[in-house]
Structure formats: C-alpha cells, structure tokens
C-alpha cells in the first residue's frame, strides 16, 4: 500500500537560532561569492561542451564533472557546506534507476558527484536556458514535455531502456517537483514502469539538502547534508506501482530519521 502523500507542516529539523546582523552579513557575502564562481565556471565549462558536442560521450561528461565538481567544491570552502554518503556499497555495478528525494537544486548536481554517469529526465524547456542548457542537452538527457503526458511516458520508455542498454543511470524525482523540507509529494509511477520494463535494480535516495539550499533561496547554508543510498529494489521481482510504494516507503522513513540529525543543525554563531 502506498503511503499517504499528504503534506506535513512539521519542519524537518529543528528551527535555526536567530542571527546577529553580521552573521547574516557573512551568510550574503559567501553566498554571493559562491554564486559568483558558480557563474564563472559555467561561463568557462559550458561552451566547452557545446563546441564539444558531437565528441565521445565520455568527453561531454568528462567536462561536466569539472563543472560539478568545482561547484561542489566552492560549496564547501565558500558557504562552508558539504555532504555525508551513507550507503554507497549499495550502488549495483551495472546502471539502474535512482528516484530521488527533490528539495533542491543541490542533488542535480551533487548526484553526478556520488553514481555514475546518468541521464537526467527532465522538463524539455529547461534546454532552453542560455549556455547551461545547451550544454545539458549535450549530455543526452530525456527532456520531456510535461503537458503531453502520454507522448512524455512513451519517451521515457523508450529513451530510458536506450540509456540503460547504454550503461547510463536514469535519474528520476518522482516528486515531479521540488519538495519544501518537512513535506511529500505525490510519486508517480513512471520510473517503476521503466525498471519494470528494462528489468533494472531502482536505487531510492534521501538527504535533507533543502534544509541549507532552499528552492528560489539565495543564502546557502552551512552544515553538512546528509545523503543516504537504500538498498537496490529488484524490479524483476515487483509490479511497477510496488517498486514506486517501497522506493517511497524507504525514502520517506529515511527523510523522518535524518530530522534532528545532529550534523544537519545550523553552525551559529559564524566566525566573525
């Protein structure tokens, strides 16, 4: 049985102290910092990859990592925030289907960081986006089109089962959206229907990265995000809505038992 996908107005940990105005003075001045190198970079690694398009996959890929990498990196030396893997002996050596917790725009980035190459399913006008979108779509993701919901669940069909034969992983919210901490949404079935039809294990992962990184918030919090890694669900041995109810299931216990994890508090009072 699927549990419930109503929202909870509890908050997933413990509410922040109040700040001093300096405080909050650092936390712009770093955040805009790490905006600043973030943008840089892409205007630096993008083009590369857009020149590079019809090079080996591995090349496009490769050039992305370096994107990845130093963002994640100016993360961690600008806004003081970084992340905890628990559970990586579960990735399987082959590719699958990761469905994944979605608060942030942090696990687009640090999920290429932690498994191997993937493919994103996406919505289509995201490709759009000046430089960072063209050089997305260099990386072969599956961009959909959210309002044709039929003509976008038989593209992911057949273009997932082609990036698996591929040996990508196919990167799936099944939140459809970003997700505030402390509250679900509704997971769709669509990635079950695909590790149903490709017979590939579905990784289900958590982490409280909306806690530091909000949706639309421009400060980035210090801290460290906690990301956890479940065991693989065996799509040969589940019906497709089964595979999504206990990747959910997983994702949702793990997401109650993260709140109030000691390290995921906030850091006060910053160094002045």
């Not at 942030?104 to 986006?129: C, D, G, H, Y």
């Not at 693989?232 to 959910?248: G, Y």
């Amino acid at each position: 049985m699927t549990p419930p996908s109503t929202s909870s107005p509890e908050p997933s940990c413990p509410p922040r102290p109040p700040l001093a105005w300096l405080d909050w003075g650092w936390l712009i001045l770093r955040s805009a910092v790490f905006y600043a190198a973030m943008v840089l970079t892409t205007l630096v690694v993008c083009p590369l990859m857009v020149l590079h398009r019809h090079a080996p996959f591995s090349t496009r890929y490769g050039l992305a990592q370096y994107w990845v990498r130093f963002v994640l990196l100016a993360l961690d030396k600008v806004c003081g925030l970084r992340f905890a893997v628990q559970g990586a002996e579960h990735i399987p050596p082959h590719s699958g289907i990761i469905l994944c917790k979605h608060q942030s725009a942090w696990e687009t980035i640090a999920i290429q960081a932690i498994f191997p190459p993937m493919a994103f399913v996406l919505k289509r006008e995201l490709l759009n986006i000046p430089v960072w979108g063209w050089a997305m779509d260099t990386c072969d993701p599956i961009a959909i089109d959210r309002d044709a919901k039929s003509a976008a669940l038989k593209q992911l069909l057949t273009q997932g089962a082609e990036r698996l034969k591929q040996g990508r992983w196919i990167v799936l919210f099944p939140e459809g959206t970003r997700v505030p901490p402390g509250q679900r949404g509704e997971y769709m079935g669509s990635g079950g229907m695909l590790a149903q039809r490709a017979g590939c294990p579905v990784v289900p992962v958590a982490h409280n990265a909306g806690e530091f990184w909000a949706r639309n918030s421009f400060i980035k919090y210090p801290g460290v995000i906690q990301v956890r890694i479940g065991p693989p669900i065996d799509a040969k041995q589940h019906k497709a809505q089964e595979i999504v109810a206990l990747a959910e299931a997983w994702i949702e216990a793990q997401m109650e038992d993260i709140q109030g994890y000691p390290s995921t508090r906030f850091e006060p009072p910053l160094k002045k």
